[in-house]
């Protein structure tokens, strides 16, 4: 009897972990500084998303034209059915992937704006690692973490269209929050997100390094030989990467950053 109610103890935990990826979303709000607001946006992944409008999960064709006063806000939906057309919807689902760590770019556009605004989003919980939202000019302006804080004032109202960059994990922890608390004490990465050179420093009595994919392929390894170690990362695709850093004890400490 108590085989069979660990056996269906296991199976209800098994079961809620497999329903925990079938959506997960992220609720975007704007406000001008006149105290005006927009319709909110919702993004991101469920289990019966495909790449056209789907309308069951709340994506519609809004029409071409905004209101003409109102702020208004919309996400860009890309119709892989209709000759790639794009469509304004208030909700954008994407698919989930097969792998465990995957992508997701999701891109919002403003109207109407005539003063400086404010942008804002629920928090960023279980099954993403990070988020970030950025300028369409790769971030060169604007590039925030959605995971450090939850709003973000934009001070040029001609800045109005943004792309939002979420990196899902299905294992719900991430593998930076698993590591030991010491990890900000000894290794800095910085720019992180990184465009093409990635800079990290040390503390002293470290001797290798190895980043390796968010699969756990090593793709770089060489020998701690400065106090800032410059890394080349413009061949590499954008995603999620790890540093781990062995000492002279043969402690191995490892950090996330991201590439774009």
Known sequence: MKKKLLFCFVMMLWGLSARAMDSVSVNLSFQDDNGLSSHDLLIGVHKDATNIIDTALGERMLPEF??????????????STDNMSRYQSYVDFREIANEEVFVRNYRFKLFNLITSYTM??????????SAFIRDIANGALVNVDMKSKQSYWVENFGMDQFNVVVYYNKNAVSVNEKLSSNVKEVI?????????????????????YTITNSLGCGLLKGKVT???????????PAGMYFLSVVNEQGEVYNKKFIKY
């Open 120 to 129: 804002s989003w629920s928090k960023i919980g279980d099954y993403i690692d």
């Open 66 to 79: 905004p209101p003409p006063n109102d702020l208004y806000a919309i996400l860009f939906i890309i119709d």
């Open 188 to 208: 800095e990465i910085y720019p992180n997100p990184v465009a093409e050179e990635m800079r990290f420093e040390v503390d002293a009595g470290f001797s290798d």
């Open 226 to 236: 400065a106090e800032v170690c410059r890394i080349d990362l413009s061949g590499y």
